[in-house]
């Protein structure tokens, strides 16, 4: 069974940093894609950014381009979304996502519970 664990969202000012990180239980997670999404309220949920499995390939979606980066940690099993210079419409549920291939794009199967990350003008 996989398991999605995400952890560092919070509270912060606009032009603020948050780090947000993704613990996964998949003896794979070397082999498997990963990504980050976030929901604004009532709003239906926007893919973020996304990296492969060996982590040479990578997408940010362009709201966010030079602001955020994904990075990854095979050997923790853990995938990162840094985000910088926060906006308050980055206000959202940020989740982690997993997908049984080795690139990121296509549908994405494992998901994790999501973390809130609301940003303070």
């Known amino acids: 069974q996989v398991q999605l664990a995400e952890s560092g969202g919070g509270l912060v000012q606009a032009g603020g940093s948050l780090r947000l990180s993704c613990a996964a239980s998949?003896?794979?997670?070397?082999?498997?894609?990963m990504g980050w999404f976030r929901q604004h309220p009532g709003k239906e949920r926007q893919f973020v950014a996304a990296i492969s499995a060996s982590g040479d390939s990578t997408f940010v979606t362009d709201s966010v381009k030079g602001r955020f980066t994904i990075f990854r940690d095979n050997a923790k099993s853990t995938v990162y979304l840094q985000m910088n210079s926060l906006k308050p419409e980055d206000t959202a549920v940020y989740y982690c996502a997993s997908r049984d291939s080795e690139t990121w794009r296509g549908i994405y199967e494992y998901w994790g519970q999501g973390t809130q990350v609301t940003v303070s003008s």
């Open positions: 998949r003896r794979t997670f070397s082999s498997n894609a």
